[in-house]
Each structure stands twice: as C-alpha cells, then as structure tokens.
C-alpha cells in the first residue's frame, strides 16, 4: 500500500517547482522587453549590453555653458577648501550632486 503522504510531498514539490518557473518565465519576459538578453549558455543570467541610452539622457542634463580646460584629472588644490567662494543654492547642489553620481556610476 502506497504511503499517501509521499503523493502529497511530490505535489507540493512539484507545485513549488512549477511556480519558481513561471515565476522567471514571466521575469524574464519583462527584463527581455527593457532591453536585457538572455545568456544563451545559462538562461538565469540577463545582461544588458550598452549604456548608450543612459549617457545621451545623461549628456542631455548637463549644463550647455560647461567651460575649461585641464590637463590632469585631478589638481593640486583639489582638497583645498575655499572658504570665501559663494555656495550653491539648495537645487543647484541637488542637481551637481545628482550628475556627479551619475557620472561616478558611469565610470565604474
């Protein structure tokens, strides 16, 4: 006589395993259509391939009248505090703190 306990773990089991399935069928429908691709040698991996979008918003944000010119990434006087210079606004230094995380995340 066959133990009923046993047919009701198998289903259980299998409903679990049903559902983790439609559960990434359904991801991966989603991460397809925001532009991700599928890894064709493991199909649980989802990479998206370029960033072009990101930075044309990005470059699209950044002030028109960016002016200067360097010669090194970082100066000299880089950890130098000006006490005398005026201070940004509250929105201005929203928007410098904004584009430089931007910034920061793209050059990582």
Not at 27 to 48: M, T, V
Request: overall charge neutral.
């Amino acid at each position: 006589m066959a133990n009923p306990y046993y047919m009701y773990n198998l289903k259980a089991l299998y409903e679990t395993l049903q559902a983790a399935l439609l559960f990434w069928k359904l991801q991966s429908e989603i991460l397809q259509e925001r532009g991700f691709i599928l890894n064709p040698y493991d199909k649980f991996i989802a990479i998206k391939l370029s960033m072009y979008e990101y930075i044309e918003k990005m470059l699209t944000e950044l002030p028109a009248n960016m002016e200067g010119l360097v010669t090194a990434s970082a100066s000299s006087y880089l950890f130098n505090k000006d006490t005398g210079c005026k201070k940004l606004c509250e929105e201005q230094g929203q928007w410098f703190h904004h584009l430089v995380a931007k910034l920061l995340y793209l050059s990582k």
